[in-house]
């Protein structure tokens, strides 16, 4: 079976199992570890399955107990089934980091309230992420000496990278420490 048939097979087994917890399968991920393979799942909260008022309601990140209600789940699955084969493997299930980019709606919708870096053919953009529709994301960017404080509307076909930045010393609601 070839590792992009197995990848699949993986998703769908790890999806299956963690539908119950509100959660979707953002990655799989198997690398050869000497005789063993890694297995990497990244899950996240499915969008779907939450009761959002808004595009600019924050979604709660994953604790550690959920990501552990995954990852036995997700072993009992692959165990059960015949996906892994007879060789052994190592499971790793995690949410993806703030270093993962943005590609999809979805991940901005999910990281509505933190700061993010944009870039675009224009440039860079950064700025407080308070909304995140279907169609476009609006950055609040801080004033500047030479520029006053606004918010950019940016369409997802226009930017090409986009990242949450990590803040120290910014409160759990946003207040500063």
Known sequence: MSSTAQSRQIR???QSAVTDLGLAVEDVTVTPAGRRRLV???VDRDLATLAL???TTPVDPLNL??????????????DESDVMGPAPYVLEVSSPGVDRPLTEPRHFRRNVGRLVRATTSDGEVTG?????????????????KKTPARTVRLPYADI???QVQV???RGAKGEDA
């Open 53 to 55: 008022p808004d595009a």
């Open 128 to 144: 407080r992420l308070t909304t995140a529709t279907d169609a476009d994301v609006a950055l609040e960017t801080p004033a500047t």
């Open 160 to 162: 090409s990278r986009a």
């Open 40 to 42: 990497r799942v990244l």
């Open 12 to 14: 769908e087994e790890a």
């Open 65 to 78: 107990d959920e990501v552990a209600d995954a990852t036995r789940l997700i072993s009992t699955a692959l």
């Open 167 to 169: 803040e120290f010393g």
